[in-house]
C-alpha cells in the first residue's frame, strides 16, 4: 500500500471510523481501524462487533493495499501533525505502517494484517430507502433524547422506526414521556417494517451528517438483524435491538378538556426558572390554567416549584386558552427537552386533568407530539 492525502482528511476520517472503536474490546484487534486503499481513495472501517462505520477520504493512491493498525494511537499522532500532505507506506513483509508528514516527521506503526479483521458491511450502490438528510437529522434530535438510558427494558433504550408506505415514523419512550416524529418520504416502500434502533447509533449518526449531505440511505437487513445508513462517505451499520416495541397509537390521547397556547420561549423561560426550585423535589413544577371569559380567550398559565430546604418559585405568563380549568404536574425537565428542540414560535399543550398525560406540540405542525405523564399533585 502506497497512498498520499492531506492531513485534514485522514483526521476527519480517523474521527468517523473511531466512534465504532471500543474502549474495552473483546478481541484485540477490535482496537485497530482497517485502512484500505483502492480506486483513489482511502477506506477507514471500524467495528466492535456491534457497530460498524466506514468513512471514505480521497486519496492519491499509488499501490493498493490494506493493513489494521491501532486506532486511538494513529489518531492522536494524526491530530499533531501539520496542515500538510500525509504519505503512507505499508511494508507487507513486517506489516509496519510508515507515516510521514513534510520533512522532518516519520513514524512506523505495527500493525495486523488485514485479513484477520472482522467483516465490516458497505453499501452497494444507490440501494435503500432514501430520505432527505438535514430532515432526518432534525428527527433524530426531536427523539433521542427521550429514548430510556437504563436497560431494565432494553427495547426502550432504542428507538423505533416504522416505514409504512411513504411515511416514516420515529418514537422514543422512557416510560414517563414519549417524543414522536413523522415525516413523508418521496418513494413508498412495499411492506410495513418496524425496527428498533439503539439510541447511541443514531445519535453518533447526527453528529457525522454534514451539512452538504442532502440524502440518508436506509438500507434495511432484518435478515441479519442490521440496519445500514449510508450517506456519500460514510457508512453506519447497527445491530437491532429485540423486542416489541409499545404501542405509540394507545399511548397518545385520543382528547382532551383544556388546550392552551403559550409562546414557546416564554414558556421555555419560565420552565428554566422553575427547575431551580424544581430539583430537590423530583423536578415537579406544579400547572394551573385559567381560561379567560370566551373560548380561545386570554388566559393565564401558573407555574409553580418549591424545595423545602432553598425556597420556592412562581412564573406567570399570559396564554390563550379554550376549555376548563385544570391544574396538574410534570416533570419540568422534561418539558425543558422538549421545548429546547421546537423551533416554532408557539406551542400547544393539551390537558384533561391531573391524572392523566399532556400532549405538548408546535402549534402548527402534526408531524411533532410529545406526550408527558403527570407528577402526583403535593
Do not use: W
Not at 12 to 33: C, D, E, F, M, Y
Not at 219 to 228: A, G, V
Not at 308 to 316: L, Y
Amino acid at each position: 500500500m502506497r497512498v498520499s492525502l492531506l492531513q485534514e482528511n485522514l483526521a476527519r476520517g480517523l474521527a468517523i471510523a473511531s466512534r465504532a472503536i471500543s474502549t474495552r474490546p473483546t478481541l484485540p484487534i477490535l482496537s485497530n481501524v482497517l485502512l484500505t486503499a483502492a480506486d483513489g481513495r482511502l477506506t477507514l472501517a471500524a467495528t466492535n462487533l456491534e457497530l460498524s462505520v466506514v468513512a471514505r477520504v480521497g486519496a492519491k493512491v499509488d499501490e493498493d493495499g490494506a493493513i489494521t493498525i491501532p486506532c486511538r494511537l494513529f489518531q492522536d499522532f494524526v491530530n499533531m501533525l501539520p496542515p500538510e500532505r500525509v504519505d503512507l507506506v505499508l511494508d507487507t513483509k513486517t506489516n509496519k505502517l510508515n507515516v510521514r508528514c513534510g520533512d522532518g516527521v516519520s513514524i512506523n506503526i505495527n500493525g495486523l494484517t488485514a485479513d484477520d479483521y472482522p467483516q465490516v458491511p458497505a453499501a452497494n450502490g444507490d440501494e435503500g430507502i432514501a430520505v432527505p438528510a438535514q430532515a432526518f437529522n432534525e428527527m433524530i434530535g426531536h427523539v433521542v433524547f427521550a429514548a430510556a438510558r437504563e436497560d431494565n427494558r432494553p427495547v426502550l433504550t432504542g428507538i423505533m422506526m416504522r416505514f409504512d408506505g411513504a411515511t416514516l415514523t420515529m418514537a422514543a419512550s422512557d416510560g414517563y414521556r414519549l417524543m414522536l416524529r413523522t415525516i413523508e418520504l418521496d418513494e413508498a416502500v412495499s411492506s410495513v417494517q418496524t425496527l428498533v434502533v439503539p439510541a447511541r447509533t443514531l445519535s453518533e449518526l447526527s453528529r457525522m451528517i454534514g451539512s452538504e449531505e442532502t440524502t440518508v440511505r436506509i438500507i434495511l437487513r432484518p435478515e441479519n438483524s442490521q440496519i445500514m445508513f449510508h450517506v456519500d462517505k460514510l457508512d453506519l451499520t447497527t445491530q437491532l435491538i429485540e423486542g416489541t416495541y409499545p404501542s405509540v397509537e394507545q399511548i397518545i390521547p385520543k382528547n382532551h378538556t383544556t388546550l392552551t397556547m403559550i409562546n414557546t420561549q416564554d414558556l421555555l423561560r419560565a420552565c428554566k426558572r422553575a427547575e431551580v426550585f424544581a430539583r430537590d423535589e423530583q423536578y415537579t413544577m406544579r400547572l394551573k390554567v385559567t381560561p379567560g371569559e370566551s373560548t380561545l380567550a386570554s388566559g393565564v398559565l401558573m407555574l409553580n416549584s418549591q424545595s423545602k430546604e432553598v425556597g420556592d418559585s412562581e412564573n406567570k405568563l399570559e396564554v390563550k386558552v379554550s376549555g376548563q380549568p385544570v391544574e396538574i404536574a410534570f416533570n419540568v425537565h422534561f418539558l425543558i427537552e422538549a421545548l429546547n428542540v421546537i423551533k416554532e414560535e408557539q406551542v400547544v399543550l393539551e390537558t384533561t386533568d391531573s391524572a392523566k398525560p399532556g400532549v405538548l406540540r408546535p402549534l402548527e405542525r402534526q408531524d411533532f407530539t410529545h406526550v408527558i405523564m403527570p407528577m402526583q399533585l403535593r
